[in-house]
């Protein structure tokens, strides 16, 4: 019995470890895409968010969301009003007004740069650092789920309608469970 635990407890854990997006920064995400182009997910978040750290443990930690963004993206977290200087696009953004503490603080300027309104806002770039689209607010692994897919497949190339966006998401409706 305790062997069956044993067996049980470490497919459990090793599952686990391979639903969990691999983070770097927006630098490094930039370089590696010069050696093996990919696209790039940003997720803007604050760590006074609640909902970007829901956001963290039920949609990014999900087992097939992590494994699309770690098979097609190289996945990119940016504190939306932290302090970190970052180059993109030829110029380097900071925050100027930061104060260290534990509250909001003023937006960076590649928060602002990338017209990042509210958070948790997720942007995709294409394999040339250009951006594809946004979305914002909490959004489960279901619902965020056609979008991965359809940006790193480049379906969403293809997509001229409403009619065939909806008929696009019908295909994953089912697929997710949570």
Known sequence: MKKI????????ISISAFAQVHWMSL????EAQKKEP????IDFYAN???????????TYNH??????INESFYAVKFESDGDSPVTYAGHTFTNPDYKASKSKNSLHQ???YMNINMIPTMV???EGANPITSLSGFLK????????????????????SRREWEGYQKKFRSKIKE
Request: proline share 5%; net charge positive.
């Open 5 to 12: 635990f044993s067996v049980t407890l470490l497919i459990l």
């Open 63 to 68: 087992p097939e969301i992590a494994r699309i």
């Open 27 to 30: 630098a490094q995400a930039l």
């Open 110 to 112: 590649f928060t602002k």
């Open 38 to 41: 990919r696209k790039i997910l």
């Open 48 to 58: 006074w968010c609640a909902p970007c750290k829901e956001m963290e443990k039920q």
């Open 124 to 126: 995709f770039l294409d």
């Open 141 to 160: 692994a279901k619902e965020v789920e056609p979008y991965f897919t359809m940006i790193a497949t480049n379906e969403y190339k293809k997509i001229k």
